[in-house]
């Protein structure tokens, strides 16, 4: 576990809440999906026919745009002051300080999509780092550690900005920037893949991270700490990103989780 580890935080936010902005691009249902996505064969077993987006996007029609929206979408390399500029309107200068200066949306892309993995390159994230360190507790030095209570408090700014951002406007941004988060994803070396499927399985899978209550022990077994329950320690980045937060933060960002996951399903 990074002792640093608080600039995972951003990218749940622009994966839930810039992430109904940011993360997945609104997701609007065109059919039924008739195999569910945990029952599927791998692609390559796939029939052409079957290889086609499960939560398709839908474009978005000029008519359904405000006045002030009209603006040409601009090009993934000359999106990032545009895109900045969304973010801030909508969770306000806490969380727009913290994103890179370039590739926000390329940045946003690759971390969703990292996250079910063990690591998350820092050369992808879409945020920098928090300057408070991360909080441990050490019992009667006897090297046995835990992480702090205190260690939580660093979020609340920026958890309260998630839970106070108007969902629906994230989801109409993440929509009509839906085709960039799409060509970086292509990019990205996934030609045949669709991110918003990416988006409701990284989702799914964040969901699943486990409820812990009471202090949380930690090992050193070199320069960074670790869990000392085995179970915990193998917990994916995304999901070890949400017991950092805390139970309280963790149980916030899942209620938002399943309200993106919903939009994303039925739009």
Do not use: C
Not at 142 to 167: C, F, H, P, W
Not at 241 to 252: I, N, V
């Amino acid at each position: 576990m990074q002792k640093r580890a608080s600039q995972w935080l951003i990218p749940v936010i622009l994966a839930v809440g810039a992430a109904l902005a940011l993360w997945y691009y609104w997701v609007s249902m065109s059919g039924p999906v008739l195999t569910p996505v945990d029952t599927l064969p791998p692609a390559a077993e796939l029939p052409a026919e079957i290889l086609r987006p499960l939560h398709p996007v839908d474009d978005v029609d000029p008519v359904e745009l405000p006045a002030t929206s009209l603006v040409p979408l601009p090009p993934l390399d000359k999106s990032d002051d545009y895109f900045k500029l969304e973010i801030t309107d909508i969770f306000g200068d806490t969380i727009a300080s913290m994103l890179v200066e370039a590739g926000i949306i390329q940045r946003v892309v690759a971390t969703v999509d990292n996250l079910p993995r063990a690591h998350v390159s820092e050369k992808v994230r879409p945020v920098g780092r928090l300057a408070a360190p991360f909080l441990v507790d050490e019992q009667d030095g006897s090297g046995e550690y835990t992480v702090s209570v205190s260690n939580y408090q660093r979020y609340d700014q920026m958890i309260s900005s998630l839970t106070k951002a108007d969902m629906t406007a994230v989801a109409g941004l993440y929509r009509r920037f839906y085709p960039l988060f799409q060509r970086a994803y292509v990019d990205l070396g996934y030609p045949d893949g669709y991110f918003n499927d990416r988006l409701v399985e990284v989702i799914d899978h964040l969901l699943e991270t486990p409820e812990v209550s009471g202090p949380i022990e930690l090992v050193l077994p070199h320069v960074l700490y670790e869990y000392a329950d085995p179970d915990l320690e193998a917990l994916s980045s995304g999901q070890k990103l949400l017991l950092r937060l805390g139970p309280d933060h963790a149980g916030q960002v899942k209620v938002s989780l399943r309200e993106l996951r919903m939009l994303v399903t039925t739009m």
